[in-house]
């Protein structure tokens, strides 16, 4: 069941001239958060280092969203989209985020992201965008539950 209490409805509103900022390694491990990071996101910088970035992570995004942010930046890609963050305090903040690989002599050592505010409009269309998406996957997942084990091992045969 979904916990959702009123807490979850408040929004953090991201400044416009501030770079929020995080590198992870190559697990998605934080290694580092600027100031603004940590204050957007209602935690300490000390609590974020050595966590996995998904503690950012909001239940209204949908797996596939960071599907692509991993395929993309794997494979040397930058990653430009919307992203739906929970703070500490469970409240949100959106920010267009930007996450591509770090390199040192040509050599791909971590990853880094950084951060931007989201108009209100971009807002109410990404929400529903995502809301769909979300659905879309819970749906698949619904098929999958009712069919009988040999059904389903016919399914994982094809793909
Ligand atoms: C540099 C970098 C920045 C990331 N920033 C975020 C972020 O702001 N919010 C978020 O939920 N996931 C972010 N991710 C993706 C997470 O690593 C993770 O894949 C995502 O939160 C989904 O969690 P899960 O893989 O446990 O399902 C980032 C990944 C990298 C490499």
Do not use: C
Not at 40 to 53: F, M
Not at 77 to 104: C, H, L, Q, T
Not at 120 to 143: C, G, N, P, S, T
């Amino acid at each position: 069941m979904i916990d959702t209490t009123y807490d979850m409805f408040i929004e953090t509103e991201v400044p416009e001239n501030e770079l929020i900022i995080s590198r992870t390694d190559l697990k998605g491990i934080i290694t580092y958060v600027n100031d603004t990071f940590a204050e957007i996101s209602g935690y300490e910088p000390s609590e974020l280092i050595g966590k996995a970035h998904n503690i950012v992570r909001h239940p209204d995004m949908p797996k596939s969203a960071f599907k692509d942010v991993w395929e993309t930046i794997q494979d040397g890609k930058v990653w430009r989209g919307f992203i739906k963050n929970m703070r500490k305090d469970r409240g949100y903040y959106w920010v267009e985020a930007e996450v591509s690989g770090v390199y040192k002599e040509g050599e791909l050592t971590e990853y880094k992201s950084i951060r931007e505010p989201v108009s209100a409009e971009k807002k109410i269309q990404m929400q529903k965008f995502y809301d769909k998406l979300r659905q879309e996957e819970e749906d698949k997942h619904r098929v999958v539950t009712y069919l009988t084990t040999s059904q389903l091992e016919a399914l994982k045969a094809l793909v």
